[in-house]
């Protein structure tokens, strides 16, 4: 976990920089910087301390890119943290749902997660930011997302973090995502 999800991720950050290459997107996980929740225990045991190497690779790439040269060069990042992972068909941007603050998540399938990673390259609006994605169906508070990512259900969640993101368009879905701290516009 460490060699790929923290070391793996910031040797890619540096490259990237060193290369110039304008933008580097990163698939991470929900509920990864909640250490509290059952969610990120679970999987941090289970896959031997994953989650906390993710969530050590996504600060050491936000501080990378917040240096003032790198800044200067106009370089960014994407950090995708998405649910449960499906092997199911692809539900299209309209079914999704994007939040920053992890404090929802849910499940999706892994095609709409690559959609979303080679969407975001071209949208100003997903620039040096961080955000969680999923079915807008599945949505649960992460403390109880995951008894309801193993039971599959699709009621949805009437709790609401006010940074939620819609769209029936990629560009609309990334419309109102705000930038990480210390990467203003």
Request: hydrophobic letters at 40%; a negative charge; proline letters at 5%.
């Amino acid at each position: 976990s460490f060699q790929v999800d923290r070391d793996g991720v910031i040797n890619a950050a540096k490259a990237c920089i060193a290369a110039d290459v304008p933008r580097l997107v990163i698939a991470s996980s929900g509920g990864v910087s909640r250490p509290d929740s059952a969610i990120y225990k679970l999987l941090n045991f289970a896959v031997k301390g994953v989650m906390e190497a993710k969530i050590q690779g996504e600060d050491a790439v936000r501080d990378l890119y917040a240096s003032p040269d790198v800044l200067a060069e106009g370089l960014g990042y994407t950090i995708i943290r998405p649910g449960g992972l499906l092997m199911d068909e692809p539900v299209g941007v309209a079914a999704l749902e994007l939040n920053q603050g992890d404090s929802k998540s849910g499940r999706l399938p892994r095609a709409d997660v690559a959609s979303l990673c080679v969407q975001c390259l071209s949208s100003p609006n997903a620039f040096d930011t961080t955000f969680e994605c999923y079915q807008a169906n599945s949505a649960k508070p992460v403390e109880s997302v995951g008894l309801s990512n193993i039971l599959k259900r699709t009621d949805g969640t009437d709790f609401v973090s006010g940074k939620e993101r819609r769209g029936s368009t990629w560009e609309e879905i990334f419309v109102g995502l705000q930038r990480d701290p210390g990467h203003a516009a």
